[in-house]
C-alpha cells in the first residue's frame, strides 16, 4: 500500500492511559455527529481490546481504532479536519498489522454501504452477512491473513519510543525485519552468528536489502559475522548479495577473544529500530520499530565490535 501522507503519525495505545483521548474522538466523531448513544464511548470490551491512536505532529490525538480479541476491528474514528488525508487508511493498516503480530488468522469489521469501497481497496471481501446497527443496515467484510504480505505502520515521531513486541519464532522475526528493512534509509547493521539464511533469505527481504545498499551517497551495510565457515557452507544469501555490492556492504568477524561472551543477535538500521535476540542461534526475541535509548546501546556495541574487527579469511577467500 505504500507510505501513508505525511503531518501524522499512528502508534499503539494503552487503553488506560489514552482512554481520556479515545473517548473524545468517539465522542466527537460517534456521538457529536453521528447521534450514537453513550455505549459507544466505551465499553466492556475495551480494556481487552488493542487500540491504536493517529497523532498529528505536535502530539494532538485526530482518529484511533481497536481490535478485539475475536478479530473484530472497529471503533474506527478520524476528526473531521484530518479526514481525507490518509488517517483512516493509516489506522486501518496499524489494527491489520497488529492482528499479523498477534497471529489472528483473520480479521472482519462491519461497515456502512457507502464505506465499503474503502475496505474493498484494503482487500477485504464481503461476506453477504447484513445486519442492522443503531438502525443503519452494515455489510460484514472479512480479510484473510494467513497468506496476506506484511503491512506496515506509519513510523512514530523522531524521539518517541514505539512498543515493544515479542518474536516468538521465525515467522514472527521475519515479518519484524521486514518492517525494520522497510524503514531503513541507508544504513543497516547486522550482528549475526551466521547469517542465518532461514531469516536472511526470500526476494523481498532481499530487495530491500540491495535498495538500502544501492540508496546513494552514504548508503551502507555492515555485518559482523561471527561464524563465517558456517555463513558459506549454508550459502547465506546476503553473502552473494555482498560479492555484488562489495563497496557498500562490508563484513568482518569480529575478535573472538572479546566478543566470544556475547552469544545474541540483533539488526539495527538508521530509523532507531532493533530487532534483537538474546541467543543467535534461536528465533526468539523482541523488536522495536523506534527506540531510541536502546538503539544507542546496541549501536555503541556495534561500533566498539566493528573497530576491533578484522576480515575474515574464509570470507576473504570469496572475494568479500
Request: with cysteine.
Amino acid at each position: 500500500m505504500g507510505e501513508i501522507a505525511g503531518g501524522f503519525f499512528v502508534e499503539p495505545a494503552d487503553p488506560a492511559r489514552d482512554r481520556s483521548a479515545i473517548v473524545g474522538l468517539r465522542e466527537r466523531v460517534f456521538r457529536a455527529e453521528l447521534g450514537a448513544g453513550d455505549e459507544v464511548l466505551w465499553d466492556a470490551d475495551d480494556p481487552h481490546c488493542g487500540h491504536v491512536l493517529a497523532r498529528e505532529d505536535g502530539g494532538q490525538a485526530i482518529g484511533c481504532g481497536r481490535l478485539a480479541a475475536n478479530g473484530g476491528i472497529g471503533r474506527l474514528a478520524v476528526q473531521r479536519d484530518w479526514r481525507g488525508r490518509g488517517v483512516g487508511s493509516a489506522l486501518l493498516v496499524s489494527l491489520i498489522d497488529l492482528a499479523r503480530q498477534r497471529r489472528m488468522p483473520q480479521v472482519h469489521l462491519h461497515s456502512e454501504p457507502e464505506a465499503r469501497p474503502f475496505y474493498l481497496r484494503h482487500g477485504f471481501a464481503t461476506t453477504g452477512e447484513v445486519l442492522e446497527e443503531a438502525g443503519i443496515l452494515h455489510h460484514t467484510l472479512r480479510l484473510d491473513l494467513k497468506d496476506s504480505p506484511p503491512l506496515y505502520r506509519s513510523a512514530p515521531p523522531r524521539g518517541a519510543e514505539s512498543e515493544e513486541i515479542e518474536l516468538d519464532g521465525l515467522a514472527a522475526c521475519r515479518d519484524a525485519l521486514g518492517v525494520l528493512l522497510h524503514d531503513a534509509r541507508r544504513q543497516l547493521y547486522i550482528h549475526t552468528r551466521a547469517l542465518e539464511r532461514e531469516l536472511f533469505s526470500g526476494e523481498p527481504l532481499m530487495q530491500e536489502v540491495r535498495r538500502i545498499a544501492t540508496a546513494g551517497r552514504g548508503a551502507e551495510i555492515r555485518i559482523l559475522v561471527q561464524d563465517p565457515d558456517t555463513a558459506l557452507h549454508d550459502g547465506a544469501p546476503l553473502l552473494a548479495l555482498a560479492q555484488r555490492l562489495s563497496s557498500s556492504l562490508l563484513l568482518r568477524q569480529p575478535m573472538e577473544e572479546v566478543e566470544s561472551p556475547f552469544a545474541g543477535a540483533y539488526v539495527l538500521n538508521d530509523a532507531g529500530g532493533l530487532l534483537f535476540r538474546p541467543i543467535g542461534s534461536r528465533f526468539e526475541g523482541c523488536f522495536q520499530r523506534h527506540a531510541p535509548g536502546r538503539h544507542r546501546q546496541l549501536m555503541e556495541h556495534f561500533r566498539q565490535a566493528w573497530d576491533r574487527a578484522s576480515a575474515a579469511g574464509s570470507l576473504r577467500a570469496q572475494s568479500l
